[in-house]
């Protein structure tokens, strides 16, 4: 089983959708968690860290479920600025992370 | 705003090369870190470094080496480079911490021919 999984997609959604990624994890010993962002051709950029309370920044929204090892990213209201590769983040600590392949989200007008 | 700058954004290099890529951050972090990233095959760990002269393999060492001489500079060298080493090189840090997210360099795409 792969450590950190994500459906590749691409997810093609128009504007203003609400779209949702999962992404599960291998290891319960996993510490910490985030969701990055890629651009094409760009680096990774943070986009937001993962809490097990659930956390919300603007129109994306964060949960973990450490019981079913996953976490997931909601993202309200797209924008065509949302159209970018998502990437899952998981960290068993002592900076020891795991990258999931990333999930392709294309908004088209 | 944490900065990690990487000193070039494309490099072109010849089979058999000693190739130096450069980064260096500006956060005081502790841990430093190079991936490379392919198609269909993600982010891989290259190297990571945890303080100056301090170093660790990853996941795919082979035909790399590095140089942490200074905290806020890590080095990764490509002793001989060869055509599978072509591929979009990052540098990361972060705060000393392990649990803490990477903030990345705005990448290396080197081609090797």
Not at chain 1, 93 to 103: E, N
Request: aromatic content about 12%; glycine content about 8%; some cysteine.
């Amino acid at each position: 089983r792969k450590e950190v999984e994500q459906d590749p997609g691409p997810f093609n959604v128009p504007e203003g959708a609400t779209v949702a990624f999962n992404c599960t994890y291998s290891n319960s010993a996993s510490q910490s968690f985030f969701w990055y962002r890629q651009d094409c051709r760009k680096e990774p950029k943070l986009l937001m860290s993962v809490y097990s309370s659930g956390n919300e920044d603007g129109r994306f929204t964060a949960q973990l479920n450490r019981a079913s090892q996953y976490i997931s990213l909601l993202i309200r209201d797209s924008k065509l600025s949302d159209s970018a590769t998502y990437l899952c983040v998981v960290n068993l600590g002592y900076s020891t992370l795991t990258f999931g392949k990333g999930t392709m989200l294309l908004v088209s007008p | 705003d944490v900065k990690v700058t990487q000193s070039s954004r494309y490099l072109v290099k010849r089979t058999g090369e000693k190739v130096f890529l450069e980064c260096v951050q500006d956060m005081d972090h502790e841990n430093m870190f190079w991936y490379r990233q392919d198609p269909g095959l993600g982010l891989r760990l290259i190297y990571f470094s945890y303080d100056v002269k301090m170093k660790e393999k990853g996941d795919i060492p082979e035909g790399y080496s590095v140089s942490r001489e200074k905290k806020e500079r890590f080095s990764l060298i490509l002793e001989s480079a060869s055509t599978n080493q072509t591929s979009m090189y990052l540098c990361a840090s972060s705060s000393g911490t392990g649990y803490s997210p990477l903030h990345f360099g705005n990448g290396t795409r080197l081609t090797v021919t």
